[in-house]
């Protein structure tokens, strides 16, 4: 029982590498899942969309181990990556396998919890996720997920519409408002729930401020450029990108310049729903 007494810290490349690896993106919605989700003893649970093993591999340290955890995600490079994690840190309670939600590698009522942060209502085809979750789900199983909701980063797409509008770019600006609108509310992510054979028991919303310098800081910045450049970048003629994109800087910097900087705000939920028994 007191394994844990042996440890000795011994610094090398695999504890650096682990210790200084979960993007802060991640971070914010996984501390509002682990702080809501219920823990409870010999459960078994699922992570979809658990890329590089967040938050599996800290639900796995936090649960313990008479629990057994899964991660599933078709991005193998992130899944290698969990494995290498799980095996530097001694885990023998948690695995991760390669595959996709809508198609999930479990038996019908196998599974007592499902997590995914910033995961399953996102995946192409989400009712389908949903129905493979209900399916691998014990009767009275949960599942529960963060999003990040409509109104994420309002005062960027502000200043993004306005830019298309002063260059003419009727067409884009809706298109734009258009790419906003599929974001989803805590209605339509609840609906997403009810439609699928799950009563919504327990919803929390959060507000995750981050602030930039300017407009120049947040383009450049390596995750924002991962994670949304091609969603404002693609959708625009390519031989107008350049000229919009200068535009659009000048704008966030100077609307920056007035406020003291560039201030975004993401509308976060974590939504928990149970089985139908
Ligand atoms: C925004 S990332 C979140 C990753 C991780 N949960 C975190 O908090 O850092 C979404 C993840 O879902 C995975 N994903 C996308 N489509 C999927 C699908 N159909 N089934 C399972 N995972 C999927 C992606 O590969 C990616 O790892």
Request: glycine fraction near 6%; charge should be negative; aromatic fraction near 10%.
């Amino acid at each position: 029982m007191t394994e844990y007494l042996s440890y000795q810290f011994t610094d090398n490349q695999d504890v650096v590498n682990t210790f200084d690896e979960l993007p802060l993106w991640s971070a914010a919605f996984g501390l509002l899942l682990l702080k809501h989700v219920h823990l409870q003893p010999d459960i078994t649970v699922l992570d979809l969309g658990s890329g590089t093993g967040f938050p599996l591999i800290e639900l796995a340290e936090r649960l313990g181990t008479s629990c057994k955890l899964y991660g599933l995600d078709p991005w193998k490079n992130a899944n290698d990556r969990a494995r290498h994690k799980i095996q530097s840190y001694g885990l023998r309670h948690v695995e991760v396998l390669d595959g996709s939600a809508d198609n999930i590698p479990f038996d019908n009522d196998s599974i007592d919890l499902v997590v995914s942060n910033l995961g399953v209502n996102n995946f192409d085809n989400a009712p389908v996720v949903f129905q493979e979750c209900h399916r691998v789900l014990k009767p009275k199983g949960k599942l529960a997920l963060t999003t990040n909701l409509d109104g994420h980063w309002k005062t960027f797409y502000q200043v993004f519409e306005d830019t298309l509008l002063q260059l003419g770019k009727t067409q884009e600006a809706e298109q734009l408002l258009e790419q906003q609108a599929h974001r989803g509310t805590t209605e339509s992510v609840s609906r997403l729930f009810s439609t699928n054979g799950f009563k919504v028991t327990r919803f929390y919303q959060d507000t995750l401020e981050m602030h930039f310098l300017d407009g120049s800081a947040l383009l450049n910045h390596h995750f924002v450029k991962l994670g949304w450049l091609s969603s404002w970048r693609d959708f625009l003629p390519e031989e107008e990108r350049v000229r919009i994109f200068t535009a659009l800087e000048v704008n966030l910097n100077a609307s920056a310049k007035k406020s003291g900087g560039l201030h975004l705000t993401v509308p976060m939920l974590f939504m928990e729903g149970e089985k139908d028994a």
